[in-house]
Every structure is written in structure tokens, then in C-alpha cells.
T-cell receptor, first 114, second 107 residues
Framework: EPEVTQTPSHQVTQMGQEVILRCVPISNHLYFYWYRQILGQKVEFLVSFYNNEISEKSEIFDDQFSVERPDGSNFTLKIRSTKLEDSAMYFC????????????FGQGTRLTVV | GIQVEQSPPDLILQEGANSTLRCNFSDSVNNLQWFHQNPWGQLINLFYIPSGTKQNGRLSATTVATERYSLLYISSSQTTDSGVYFCAGRGNTPLVFGKGTRLSVIA
């Protein structure tokens, strides 16, 4: 069964460093998403991406975040200068369409900023 | 955007017991999903169920879209069912998650 894959599964970084989280969405999907979950809290939407541009973003997705689809398969989330409060589980998801379709989630990347 | 409320927030069950988890939405949704988050933090898709009833083994789900709620039934619970169960709905915004129900199944 096709699945969304994320790498790495766990990343530890120093405060102020840049990190890139990587995702390979399901191949025939057209919509891509990033969500994050701070420990013990609910899963929150960050950004959605369609046709090589951001289609929606939340208040959390500020200037330190960026997304990119550098080739036909990868979808990345970059955090420019990490803060302690960026420590969270980051989930990538993809779907065929925007409405009335199921979103499939990756297994997550646990980011720890020290 | 829509608000998603889940109940109960915590649930402790004896192995073999049945349970019902509930999810209420503040507005109509065109996408409704249930997830299980395992102890390693992974989100496992359980059901995509914008309306109607589906069953998968010991789990089943029912969504009554006109009344803006969904139910997840777990029968004959096992210790491996432990974890957090999230529902998430989509209206005109991306998927919005509830705060989850933390289920602990005790042997």
C-alpha cells in the first residue's frame, strides 16, 4: 500500500540552526501538508501546498518556515533559525484532492531543539 | 474555522471491554477522519468517514453528518489499543484536529 514517508524520524539540533525535514508524498497525490504536534498537545495545521505554491498557511507558519518541492517526489519543510519552542513532532500529509478526499499522514519527524 | 470537540478526554478500560469515543463538530464537514496515535507518536489512519458507517475488525465508526458528530467504537479492547485517538474534520479549511481521547487498556 502506498504511504507517505518522512526522514529523519528523529532530529536533534542546536538552537539557531537551520533544519530541513523531508517527506515523500504518495506519488499520484497533488496536495501536500505539514502539521505539527507539540508534546502532549493536539495536531496543528501549518501549511498546504498545491501546484508548486502555498495554498493555505496558519498563523504558526511565520517567516522562519518555508516549504519547497525541489523535485518530482520530495516535499520539504525548512525552519531557518530554530527556537526551543519549535521542538515538536512534524507530520507530512498528502491527498489526491482538496475536498472530500482522505489525507494520508507520514510517521512523523520528532524535532528536538536544544 | 470549525471547532472539534472529543470526549471523553481520558478513558481507562479493562482488557476485553467495549468503548465509544465521540467527536462533535461546530460546522458541517466534507472530510472526517479518525486516527490512532501509538506510543511512538505515529499517526495511524483508522477511518475516512464523512458519513455513514464503516467497520474494520474490532473497530467501527459512524458519522451522522447532519447532526455534526462521529463515533468510534472499539470492541473487545486489547492492550495494543492503548494510545491517543484523534478525530479530524475538514470544512473550508484544512483538517482540524480535536484534542484527542487518551485510552489506556489494562490487562
Amino acid at each position: 500500500e502506498p504511504e507517505v514517508t518522512q526522514t529523519p524520524s528523529h532530529q536533534v539540533t542546536q538552537m539557531g540552526q537551520e533544519v530541513i525535514l523531508r517527506c515523500v508524498p504518495i506519488s499520484n497525490h497533488l496536495y501536500f501538508y505539514w502539521y505539527r504536534q507539540i508534546l502532549g498537545q493536539k495536531v496543528e495545521f501549518l501549511v498546504s501546498f498545491y501546484n508548486n505554491e502555498i495554498s493555505e498557511k496558519s498563523e504558526i507558519f511565520d517567516d522562519q518556515f518555508s516549504v519547497e518541492r525541489p523535485d518530482g517526489s520530495n516535499f520539504t519543510l525548512k525552519i531557518r533559525s530554530t527556537k526551543l519552542e519549535d521542538s515538536a513532532m512534524y507530520f507530512c500529509a498528502s491527498s489526491v484532492g482538496q475536498m472530500n478526499t482522505e489525507a494520508f499522514f507520514g510517521q512523523g519527524t520528532r524535532l528536538t531543539v536544544v | 474555522g470549525i471547532q472539534v470537540e472529543q470526549s471523553p478526554p481520558d478513558l481507562i478500560l479493562q482488557e476485553g471491554a467495549n468503548s465509544t469515543l465521540r467527536c462533535n463538530f461546530s460546522d458541517s464537514v466534507n472530510n472526517l477522519q479518525w486516527f490512532h496515535q501509538n506510543p511512538w507518536g505515529q499517526l495511524i489512519n483508522l477511518f475516512y468517514i464523512p458519513s455513514g458507517t464503516k467497520q474494520n475488525g474490532r473497530l467501527s465508526a459512524t458519522t451522522v453528518a447532519t447532526e455534526r458528530y462521529s463515533l468510534l467504537y472499539i470492541s473487545s479492547s486489547q492492550t495494543t489499543d492503548s494510545g491517543v485517538y484523534f478525530c479530524a474534520g475538514r470544512g473550508n479549511t484544512p483538517l482540524v484536529f480535536g484534542k484527542g481521547t487518551r485510552l489506556s487498556v489494562i490487562a
